[in-house]
C-alpha cells in the first residue's frame, strides 16, 4: 500500500513520531513518504493569517496518517487551513495521531482527534485508528510504542 505520513510538527516531537510509524510501516512492506505541512510564519502565537509554504497533495496515496501536535487544546491553525484546502478524500484511508505535552486526552488531545477526524469524513475519508501520545507523560514511550503499533496496522 502507498501511504503518505502528513506531518506538521513545530518542535520536532509529532516528526519523530511519524519517522518511527514510517520505520514500521516500511518494514511492514508499505510505500511510505513523510511530507510536512509548512506554514510561512512558524510562529504558533502569532495573529497574522495563517499562508502556507507547503501543503502535500494526498492524491496519490492509498491511505493517509495525518500527524498534528495540539496547540491551545486544540487543532492548530495550520493543520485546520490545510485540511480544509483539500478537496476530495474519497476512497482514503485516514489514520491520525496528535502530540501533546499535558498528560491528559481531555486537556486537547481528544478534541484535536476529533476535529482531524471530522474534517476527513466530512470530505469522505474513511477513518481507520488514532493514538494520541502525551509528550510530558513518564510512559511517553509505551505511548509511542501503541501508537506505532497501531497505526501501522493498515
Known sequence: MNIGIIVYSHSGNTLSVA????????????????????????????????????APDIRPYDAVVIASPVHAFS????????????????????SCFVTQH???????????????????RAKGAEIMSS???????ATRQDQIDDVVRRLSAF
Open 75 to 94: 487543532l492548530p491553525r495550520i493543520m485546520k487551513l490545510y485540511l480544509s484546502q483539500i478537496s476530495d478524500m474519497t476512497g482514503k484511508k485516514v
Open 102 to 120: 499535558l498528560k491528559q486526552s481531555w486537556l486537547g488531545g481528544s478534541r484535536t482527534v476529533r476535529q482531524i477526524q471530522s474534517a476527513c
Open 19 to 54: 519517522q518511527r510509524l514510517e520505520k514500521a510501516m516500511t518494514a511492514a512492506g508499505h510505500t511510505v513518504t513523510i511530507e510536512r505541512v509548512e506554514p510561512v510564519n512558524d510562529d504558533p502565537n502569532s495573529n497574522a493569517p495563517v499562508q502556507l509554504k507547503s
Open 131 to 137: 493514538g494520541i501520545v502525551h509528550w510530558s507523560a
